[in-house]
C-alpha cells in the first residue's frame, strides 16, 4: 500500500494537479486536509474517473478532510471520541464540532485524515482548543491501541505543529512568541507519539520541510517547516518500506503551500530482515 497525506489547500481549485499526483506516483490511499468544501461540492467525479473511492467530510469553504482509496472503505467516522468542537465566543464541552477528522479502515489498516487546529496566537482561546483536541487525540489513540496493540494505525495530515527546532525554518516563527513551536503544543506531539505511534518518515527522510508560506519568498529560500506526519503504529511502522516528500509539488502553477509525505507499506513482508526498522 501506497499511503500519502496532503493540505491540499481547495479541492476544487485544485483537484486535476492532486489527481495527477495521486495516479502519477500510484497511491493507493490519499488522506486530504483543507478540503474547502462541503460533500456535496467535493469533485468527486475526477477522482472516481481515476479508480478512486472518496469520503469526505466538510461543511463550508474552511477546514474540510477527505481520503480517496483504490480499494473500498469500511468504519467510517468523521470524529473520534471526545474530539472537543469550536466557535467563536461559545465555550463549554457542547461546542459544534468542526471538519478536521476523517477515519476509515482499508485493507485493514486504520486511516485517520486529521487537521490539527491552527491555534492562531498564544493566548487565543483557539490555540486552549488546539491543545483539548490534541489531548482527546492522544487519550483516544491510547484506548485504541491498549484494546488491539497490533492494530496498524495511521494518523496522517497537517499537525500545524513543528515538534523540533529542525522542523523550523521560517525566521518568523519564533518559539516563545508564535504557535507551532510552543512548548504545550510540543509536548502535545510528543504526549501523542507516547500514546503509541511514531514517525515513521524521519528516519528515512531526514531533511525537509512540507509547508512554506506563500508571502516572502518562503519557498525560493527553503523557509519552511515541517509540520505535516505520518504517524503510526507499531504494526503499521513495521511495515513501512519507503518514504519520500514530495517537495517538487510546491512549485508550478497554482500549488497548496504544502506538499504531499509518502510512505509505502509491506505487510506481507513483516518477516523480512533486511526491510529498514524505524520503530
Same mark, same amino acid.
Not at 491501541?145 to 523540533?164: E, H, M, Q, R
Not at 501523542?192 to 518518515?201: C, I, P, R
Given at each position: ?33 483543507? @478540503? ?30 477527505? @481520503? ?12 473520534? /471520541? ?17 471538519? %478536521? #477528522?476523517?477515519?476509515?479502515? @482499508? ?58 527546532? #529542525? ?27 507516547? #500514546?503509541?505511534?511514531? *514517525? ?25 517547516? %515541517?509540520?505535516?506526519? @505520518? ?18 509539488? %510546491?512549485?508550478?502553477?497554482? /500549488? ?15 518477516? *523480512?530482515?533486511?526491510? /529498514?526498522?524505524?520503530?
Amino acid at each position: 500500500m501506497r499511503l500519502a497525506t496532503w493540505n491540499v489547500n481547495s479541492i476544487r481549485a485544485r483537484v486535476d494537479r492532486i489527481v495527477d499526483f495521486a495516479v502519477r506516483e500510484s497511491v493507493d490511499v490519499l488522506a486530504m486536509q483543507e @478540503i474547502k468544501c462541503r460533500v456535496d461540492q467535493f469533485p468527486l467525479d475526477r477522482f472516481e474517473e481515476a479508480g478512486y473511492h472518496v469520503e469526505a467530510h466538510g461543511f463550508s469553504q474552511w477546514n474540510g478532510v477527505a @481520503i480517496a482509496s483504490r480499494e473500498p472503505m469500511t468504519d467510517v467516522a468523521t470524529a473520534f /471520541p471526545g474530539m472537543p468542537g469550536f466557535a467563536k465566543g461559545h465555550e463549554g464541552p457542547d461546542a459544534p464540532q468542526e471538519a %478536521r #477528522a476523517i477515519g476509515a479502515t @482499508i485493507d485493514g489498516v486504520r486511516v485517520w485524515s486529521l487537521y490539527v487546529p491552527n491555534g492562531r496566537a498564544l493566548g487565543d482561546p483557539h490555540y486552549d482548543y488546539k491543545l483539548h483536541w490534541l489531548k482527546a487525540l492522544e487519550d483516544d489513540t491510547r484506548a485504541t491501541l491498549a484494546g488491539d496493540p497490533d492494530l496498524p494505525l495511521a494518523l496522517v495530515g497537517d499537525f500545524n505543529i513543528a515538534p523540533t527546532d #529542525a522542523d523550523n525554518g521560517d525566521p518568523s516563527v519564533v518559539p516563545g512568541f508564535a504557535t507551532h513551536v510552543s512548548p504545550p503544543e510540543r509536548e502535545a506531539f510528543a504526549a501523542l507519539e507516547s #500514546a503509541g505511534v511514531q *514517525d515513521v518518515v524521519r528516519p528515512l527522510v531526514p531533511t525537509g520541510f512540507t509547508y512554506w508560506d506563500y508571502k516572502q519568498l518562503r519557498f525560493p529560500r527553503n523557509e519552511g517547516m %515541517r509540520i505535516d506526519f @505520518i504517524l503510526g503504529s507499531r504494526a503499521l511502522a513495521n511495515a513501512v518500506t519507503g518514504a519520500q516528500i514530495h517537495r517538487n509539488e %510546491r512549485k508550478g502553477d497554482g /500549488p497548496s503551500d504544502h506538499v504531499p509525505v509518502v510512505v509505502d507499506l509491506d505487510f506481507a513482508g513483516d518477516d *523480512d530482515d533486511d526491510r /529498514p526498522m524505524i520503530f
